[in-house]
């Protein structure tokens, strides 16, 4: 492993979805490893810029200094963009025979790791992209990984940068919608992102006071959701508001529009359609639905996201200077801790059915379908 | 027609989709004419307050006082509800043998005026609502209107409140999509309310800086879209936006999925898709749909409508006092004048294709489709 | 000690200044205890409901029920009203001979929960309200506390809520004054809330790029900042912004306006004017300055203050209906526990100069005057 | 007059205070001309890049390409810098006997124009700037003029930039004040820029909701918003909000703080302090003071501002390709004239006190001081 004393040249990566805080993280890193003598630089899409030399005419990296991450911290996606076609460790490219072979480019990029002499490497991305970078640390490149997700569905870290801001636009889109929906005495549906783990739903359903809420650790029955709401109408609301994970499933499962697609990556929006299907003839209230998708991902990141992303990407040099590697920078309010990448579990922090929130839940009233 | 020194007890009400600034109208309308000694009832939802006593079993006027309506203003939809249900002159009803027809119950309406006591009428609505109230006002009961359209297609006034506030969610949702469509190098294709007219969309896409608006009024080539965007991705730009209102249509026209339907009522989300899908085989991009639906109707009316409502509102009870009544208030910058509403066409409001906002957005390089 | 099981009726109490979140924790108290059937009412303007009958023709006490709490999660302020006049511990009182003295009246708000059958008492506020509830725990009422204070200023909760509300205004102001300072090649300082402890101004003079944060935790010396500032602007920047505590102090100590006013409760916004006379001999640019003051208590919580509100709400109840008392709810999160409200301490706290954000702060080559 | 056809190069100025929607000004002038194949230049920190060479090492004209202007719309400033020190055809030099004198130094510009082979100029600024502009259109330069001003107080142009998104945080700020002011039964006084007209604090306080507001246009009396709170309060309300703009005077007129400094070019935030300390005599409620200030001034213009903007950019260019000079473009909603610059008057549009907004204020019961 090389030591502190030979660092003089980082790189940055960012992987997956893009997320509300990416630039903040960037900045951070960038201004934090400059004021050590420190060489940054940015590898393009992911890790595409270190060994698809094609794509990038004017070269894969980009060279990062104080004037080029100066105004960022405001900015949402990644200056560096990013992608979620090809993991380099199962890359699609074509066999001699002509069908697709999944091939393991990891030497490859590592390879281009020594030839631009980087020192180390700062890795900024959720569960997969954590662990690609893992892959590089036990090659011998030394890895600070820094945790993203918008879904808040990482394990080993109370909170990270994204969730905020996207659960800050989830709540304003439900405020925008109850008056409307109120005037009109419908029923609108809301679906959130959140395939696998129900955080964003939760939190902004509560937050911004919906009826209902539908996320994927509790399947629903429409029949209960149905009869919650009828109750709610006879005694005098006229309105409603449901809030659906794009995860949320049905308790007799198979129906479920999602669950048919698992294997592909991209989000389908079915979850609002097939439960508003469902809940029509069982209502006697127009029902709408809203999709809220990319709108989520997008935005200048919330102050709190900001925060967490600045002090992730100090904390990450800081860490380096100190001499460690092979580990991620959590945050355990108020603190900022190490946790080693090998114990970044492949398993999701899913919502746990008692956990304090949901209980908060329960005693405002809110309907989970079970 | 009453004359205005027998004007003791007013009426307001609300018709069609909701739009924010609904309540300020309300609230100025409501302080004006009891600052005048008037008496002022709020008709519930539309006019059925007035005719269908079963659904309200409180009564089917509100009571509007101080008190009713201080904190309004910034609060989206009507307090008086609405409805685009069941239109008063041709109201679908259950005849002898079973069949439906549509009847006209504007004389029982008529009657619940008298039977009130209501001297005058404040009619807020869009085209089909004004038109409405122009019938009461010809059977005897003097009324104002005042214009309201989040699509910005009525005629005879050069603004009105609710599109200011929809164009600009419009815009900062473009904003937002920016950083993460440049992250990921993806074609987002947004899509905004407007089924006949492209305002919205015209004015959010430029505002958001689009690369290209698609509207009802210009027809469009997917393949002049495609070679555009293609040439832009030539010159090293990696990303674009995309707008297109629900009423926009290829040139073949018949392929369209919103026109198949446009007898429903319903907004159908159909116009982003069918472009998307058309659009995919022609470029070398990701495509990734937003629909923002009812997100452009919610939310707290900007400062521009808040005032063009109070405006409005004051300005109605102004028009009752010196013995106007047949007449809607427009705004013609900087002032508020009365048109009769027989003027007030059936025609809408549409794009002008030779209008100043229509040239800004070519001088700007936008591509129109066309 | 009351047990649990006679619990039927609970009052709430907000005081000392408003934050956004007070309603969102009066939302969940209320329908949470509604939801157990206990009765809640809400007492106005502090405890001046209980003891002050003369102020309150209509009573002292709101009853609180569904419909009064259903639409308050968004509402900034407490629909209670609060006050900072008169600590009812020691409530100023004309004497026998025309001095004023103050006088403990603690006994007739006891007086006053007997009376109205109060069998328990939620208890929001800051430092010295809480101390004040722990007053009538020792008397024999039980009492949760809940911590509020926009200033992050309160011991044994990692966070509470507001503070995430007033920081983010406060960033959002910064981003603002950007653009403007770097357009006229000025020096723009601005003010925020913070007497004491400088957590607003630290989290957003770094979310939102400051050049230079001064809080009262780490006296400043101006000479320090000019020859920072002289050599951002020699190194080619064109204009700095600088984020000033009310609270903040030079070295030299005894000259600020602040700390002479010291035992006045009222905010005086004396930080930012003095540091902007001290600074303009020794810098070549304009300074302008701006005040936050009140616009940071104000506004709708964001999600963040909303969820933490009304998890702060239901988990009184549920400590309540365990037979806890003399308890406050805080936030050690993910979770929500209890702490006894003698450990409550009356010191505040501080910025610890070597914490993560701070360290954060000077990586990123923040000025801290020092 | 130089012909249209001879036009190869142009310039931009932006001058005197600095307003959102300049940026989006300039990225439409320079797309639009360079769309035509016209080189463009922009002017740094308003003529000085033209004649103050020292101050720029790197040259005082910034080549404008569709690179430097895609990503501006949205940004608050001026990316060409501007200044309000220093009025070129006045400017403060030092005599031989070293007094002040001021000194015309025109001819220097037009020299730098000549030198720059500039063809036309684009001068975006308010009535100062514009007049400024016109003596070089005598001189012989083409000039197109572009109305700015936060403060609408332009006549001849029916609205322009920067006055939609002052107004707009005005209100929100009005907003964020109205809970908290409720919660402490206070009197919150907010002072708005607007040294000679009311047209920000009119705008924003009607729809903000607030019970009083002083304009420079309606000298006010103490006694009578004394008058009119104190009825309010003994009415029942609990707490007031009073708009002030920084030029407002009282009736006895010599008193005023602001008017002794009338020289000046700075705000000075009397206003507010003066009349909060008449008003407290007279009332019985604490009274908090808020001052925006340069808060006004910054952040991402609206979508009206954007539009508005953009639209003038791409007409000023219009109308230099017609043929047209010495003009102003102006907003006739909904179309743009050009406006000769000779009629561009030097007098301010103040608020007619008779003017449809006012009347709105007062039938709402709003409270002006008179």
């Known amino acids: 492993m090389k030591k502190v004393s030979s660092i003089k040249k980082i790189a940055i990566n960012t992987g997956g979805g893009d997320a509300p805080g990416l630039n903040a993280v960037i900045k951070a890193v960038t201004i934090s490893a400059l004021n050590r003598g420190w060489e940054v630089v940015g590898i393009r899409e992911g890790y595409n810029g270190l060994f698809l030399p094609e794509k990038f005419p004017d070269g894969g990296l980009i060279n990062l200094t104080y004037e080029t991450v100066k105004d960022i911290t405001p900015l949402g996606g990644t200056i560096l963009g990013t992608t979620n076609r090809g993991n380099p460790l199962r890359f699609p490219m074509k066999s001699a025979n002509g069908t697709i072979v999944e091939v393991d480019r990891s030497d490859e990029i590592m390879a281009g790791f020594r030839r631009n002499k980087i020192d180390a490497l700062i890795a900024i991305g959720g569960d997969g ?82 009826d209902v809420i539908l996320i994927p650790e509790i399947p629903y029955d429409v029949n209960v959701v149905a009869d919650f709401l009828n109750k709610k109408f006879e005694g005098g609301k006229n309105y409603a508001i449901v809030v659906v994970a794009e995860g949320a499933k049905s308790k007799e499962g198979s129906t479920s529009v999602i669950e048919k697609e698992a294997g592909k990556s991209e989000r389908l929006g079915g979850a609002a359609e097939k439960f508003a299907k469902d809940l029509q003839p069982l209502v006697d209230k127009e029902i709408r639905s809203v999709i809220l998708g990319h709108l989520l991902r997008g935005g200048s990141p919330t102050t709190f996201d900001r925060l967490v992303s600045l002090r992730f990407g100090a904390a990450a040099i800081r860490a380096l200077e100190e001499g460690h590697s092979g580990i991620m920078v959590a945050l355990n309010p108020p603190t900022v801790d190490y946790v080693p990448l090998d114990q970044v579990s492949n398993r999701m922090k899913f919502v746990p059915i008692d956990c304090d929130t949901m209980k908060t839940g329960r005693d405002l009233g809110i309907c989970f379908g079970d």
Chains 1, 2, 3, 4 share one sequence.
Do not use: C
Not at 190 to 208: D, Q
């Open 129 to 210: 992209s954590l662990s690609m970078a893992n892959v590089f640390q036990k090659k011998g490149l030394p890895v600070i990984g820094v945790p993203k997700t918008i879904d808040n569905d990482l394990e080993k870290t109370v909170m990270t940068f994204g969730f905020d801001t996207a659960v800050g636009f989830a709540t304003e889109s439900i405020d925008r919608l109850h008056s409307t929906a109120q005037s009109h005495s419908r029923i609108m549906v809301v679906e959130m992102m959140g395939r696998y783990a129900g955080w964003i739903s939760l939190n902004s359903g509560i937050s911004g006071s919906a």
